[in-house]
């Protein structure tokens, strides 16, 4: 509670079946692991090595430093990445690393880059491959490498949330490339389709598959690699995401207990609300349970909790600190945000901070809240108020990334019910042969969340 | 927008409309198919109902369904009826003319149209297609169980019909469930709609019963035999039917078969196609039935095109065949299977948009979710773009009880009339009304709730000034789409030869079996269990 | 083990004392997963009731039935398979040359439990054996429930799996998805079973069984192994809820009971109708379409949900969408705005629906060849659509 408190002593290691009980170390670690994945990415022989990167672990980190090394050993390399924001971001990061590294932005002629990258005079941005193939990284979307042609294959690539990306949409550029760095995070949101692919299930080609599934279908012996330790959550977070999430491939937080607080200039004034928030500075978690009832799933008690709660902890003048760090930050209005499951779930929560004055506060859905990072996230739960689960309001990665976004602190917003529906739900799934069974299952995942929440609960009523 | 149609229909006591115009294509003279399958066999046939003519059907029925010969006589019967009129709309064509990307093509002017009356049975035609597309005939010297000669030929076309139904927005192959229900919802669950009868219940109930109450009876009624009054649609039978009344019948069969007896073998077979048409028949009435139901329905503005589309896969299929080339393989490869799931991804998005685009029901279900929004012109402000050569831009504000779901920036849509494209346009800011009427909600037509503010990017020709009629007037009633009204394709994918390492490689090359694709399959010695 | 068991008793209560268990096997146990919320079914499933019976009785009777065909298709395929001490078996499992197949016949189901558990134990290591139709068992709300999976193979290294033979083809190594998971959950219960025996603390029986089929069109036998770990974490949790019947049991009034109470000839019931759905109402159901494919009931629970209008009867998704809108009508009185808070957007979601479609539907040419009757108005036979 109290920022003059000093930081706490190393740790001990966090469990979760990671080697090395005594004295880990996970700054070691993690450079152990990227002097490995580097390795056999700038010398190995194998075409492709897959690095599963879990929730804020220095993915972009690792993608930039491959880059660079890849560009000063002389072999010229694309990136593939899956959004215009991420192209634009790790174009902007890479500039910033190397002012001196010419990079192209090979981009639409309907989706021209963002214009902060005007800055970087090392950045040139073009719709024309042919203008930009001479620099050192030329770095584009999937969807417009896919339309590339008639060009020399680059030797080297790397490609972006390569678990994000649709097997079909690899088809696309893998001509392009002889060998490639694919980086991802396995944990979070699976691509899909709208139109029935299940007459491909089971293929080991199944285009609507992930892209590094069928990639390690076809390729089994590629270098697999993880990069061990989340450096953005806490220590209070990341057992139970690994544990839920990553079940067979666990990872660590890359700060012990107390190196990461949050704290309030104001006093709790007794209240649900700054009892959660109190439970949320202490623990790193909080649960605010509403009473129970099946509401639509703008249900307007929901978003009015979470409207008030993110503006309660606007006006109790959060702090936050970590360590080593200089001294405790002010948690601003741009360092949390709101996730929910739908997006007429973000409108509503977006319209409810307006009207109750709070403005700057980020408000997704989990699919547009993937690969950003804040110090407080409210979430609204996917469940709250259903009369019952169905696979899409189960699925473990919207929900991973819903819990895995935060720094300091993760509140739920979730109406009573929730464990009684999971116990309720039927099971009748198909099973598709030739398919490999995809952990964790969202029932387990969905329970192991809920049950570490109750231990934080504040119930309250509107 | 379905649930409150459940709803409704459900205090109607029958279906209320899901569409107002036809958006499938009916053909002059579909020919109906009505199989039904032994149960417990895989792709065993029983019988089938078979034809263009409603008064007419030709039967086919198998005595014995684990003798190979009769199952093999079954299919040549169903080739007989079937390659006749595929043979006769592939070769009335047309000329298609030269386009940008294409010579001077051949086009079918028609294709024959297949309808079967459930899922089930498109499932089952898709299995009769695999099981037959690899049989070795009589032309093969080698083949252990040679089969008729047009029986291979019926299963590819078979094949491609049934692969082609994969495509949303084709009507070569229909399941008549799937279309009814997509244009009249009923008051019961979309599972129970699966069942034909309980179906057409609901959309024309029968005289002196309404909707639930003709479709209990179709689901569940039975005679004072035990069988069900309206018999299974198919392809599986009645269980009660199985045991009672087929089993028996079969045994006499075999029986008289057996015993060499002729005459009595005659008569054992008559019976066992008089218990198979008894189950037919009723389903075959029902599919003319709900056809004609569907003609009643005017034809939705793009439906001729997406035929077309269906004519074009006919005549491409009409030409492999005729090339020589080897029947479909079992399983697609990498490019192949990329290049369906692109190809029904865009036809998806297309079909929606056509749907919102010719039916006001389909646009309704479009602007309650959000990704489509109509209503007044409350303002225009002229703008213009910059650089050299500045071109319009104007600002376009109107009152609308939509809501859109979308971030400023998003692109937006206009159907013009007489233009070819749709108008393109960037949403700018959605913002609310404080109209008085639209607080108290209770009333017929809320007023608009919202202000919506686009710019209009596009469709207003080339010069400075816009085009006339281009940009709509005060006043003007207006509808704008979230979706593009013409989806195009995405990019080509790499040629089979070159899937690359990622996706193992060309097909063929990594497995070094020698394509599992062209293999038939090993027949057993023998198919009596 | 005892046999008074107060829930075997209060079970046996409910049943009717002359009436026989259904006994409950791998699929019935299986199927408990399909709607654990169901009250109803979890009641008179675990009390062995034949909800058939029950469904004829109340006047509403189910379906189902198997054709024979269907049953001595399985049957010969099984046969098959099993033949020449189970030869094609031993084939696809990969157990070259010779495999131990033990007698496992004994009089009476413990007599068989015991020897199954007996030629476990005695598997002699570094080679294979094959159990023919063993027999398990498992205690479930105070009864044992004896399980005969097709087979078990203990391989060389020790490790037992599950063996089910179906007669559904696999096609070009995929099967109808519905039909594998139904035969993945069965076999779940299976290898749960067989943990149960095993003194090692469970990990002899692998998670993954052996699932054998027809391949193609042909009567050749195929085996593919199929991952259950999903389908047992599934069904030990069913499991566990299965010891909470009695608090369900309690639940209800003095002296409910389904018993048909059969007449003379053994077979025709004399319970009234109505006392017989007073009972069968005094146990919640939670009725869903999905119901009609796999409880008997489903008829007489999809009446009941009809008849009070309940909005599950159309789909089970729509009650999401609806929140507390559980009814035909009031989902009806909100879309015409008689009733509902307009600040439930439920409520406000359904009547934009209702002006929407009012709005389109006048917008368009006459639809359907009856449809004047009632509501939509009849313009004049105008030209195609807007």
Redesign the interface.
Known sequence: MTQSAQPAARPEPPSAGLPDPGGFDPAAAAARATEAILADTLRGTARGVVVDSPPGAGKSTLVVRAARELAAAGEPLMIVAQTNAQVDDLADRLATADPELPVGRLHGSDSPPDPALRRHPSIAASTSVAELRDRPVVIATAAKWAYVRDTEPWRHAIVDEAYQMRSDALLQVAGLFERALFVGDPGQLDPFSVVGAEQWAGLSWDPSASAVVTLLAHNPDLPQHRLPVSWRLPATAAPLVSRAFYPYTPFCSGTGPGERRLAFGVKGDGGGLDRVLDEAAESGWGLLELPPRHTPRTDPEAVRAVARLVRRLLERGGTTWSAPGPGPAPLTASRIAVGTAHRDQAAAVRAALAEAGVDGVAVDTANRLQGREFDVTVVLHPLSGRPDATAFHLETGRLCVLASRHRHACLVVCRAGVPELLDEHPSSEPVRLGVTVKFPDGWEANHAVLAHLAEHRIRWTL | ?Q??????A???GRAV?A???RHTHLGERPVVLVPLT??????APLGAMVGTDRDEPTLLVVPQ?LDRELRFGFFAGLASVLLPVLAEYADDTEVEPATRNREETELCADAPQIVVPNTAALEYVR?VG??TRFLRTVEDPDAPHPVPVPVPLLGRWLTHYAERA?T?GSALLLALTSVLTRH?TT??????DQHLGALLAW??PPAGLDG?AGAARA??GRGPDGLLLSPPAGPA????F??RVL?PALTRYDRARAAGDGPATAGAEAEVRRLVASQLRPTWDDVWRGLD?LR??????HVAERWKRDRWSFTGHRDRVRAGEPPQP??????T??Q???G??TA?ARLMAQEAL????A???R??G?EAFAGTVTGVEMAYSEGRRPMPRPLVTLAT?DLP?AEPGAKAYRAVPGARSAQTAALVSVLPLDAGGAE???????GPAWSVTVRLTGGMGSGRTPKEGSVPEPGAAVAFTLFEHDPRG??A??EAE????????PPGA?TGAPGPADSP????PE?Y? | MSTSHPLTERLAALRGPSTPQRPLDARALAALAANPGCRRRALMDAAGVDKGAVAEALGSPARFGQSRFAFSRGHAFEARVKADGCAELLRLLGAEGRAAVPDLGAPGPKGRVERTRQALAEAEPGGWTLLDHPLLALEIAGSTVYLEPDAVAVAPDGRWTVVEIKSFPILDGGADAQKVGAAARQAAVYVLALAELDEHGGSRPRPEIVLVCPRDFSNLPTAERVDVRKQLAVTRRQLQRLTRISEIADALPEGTTFDLRPGPDGRTPTRPREELTAAVEAVPAVYAPECLSTCELAFHCRDRARAAGRVEALGRSLRGELGGLTTVEAVLAAAHGTCGDPTDPAVAALRRAAALRREALAAAPVVGPRAAADDEPVPAHGGGAR
């Open positions: 927008m649930t409150l149609a459940r709803a409704e459900v205090a109607a409309p569409a107002t115009v032994t149960a417990g066999e895989a792709g369904p299995l695999r099981s994969r949303p009249w008051g019961q669950s979309a599972m129970e959309i024309d639930p689901q569940t039978t009645d269980p009660v199985d045991n089993a139901l009643a329905l005017p034809e939705g503005g079992k399983r697609d490869d990498a490019v299977a990329a369906k799931l692109a029904r991804e998806q010719d039916d006001p029901l646009m309704a279900a602007r309650l959000g009880p779901q108290d909600g209770a009333g017929e037509g809320p995405g990019p994918l790499p070159l899937t690359p390492w990622t996706h193992g490689g990594a399959d090993p027949v057993t198919d269990l």
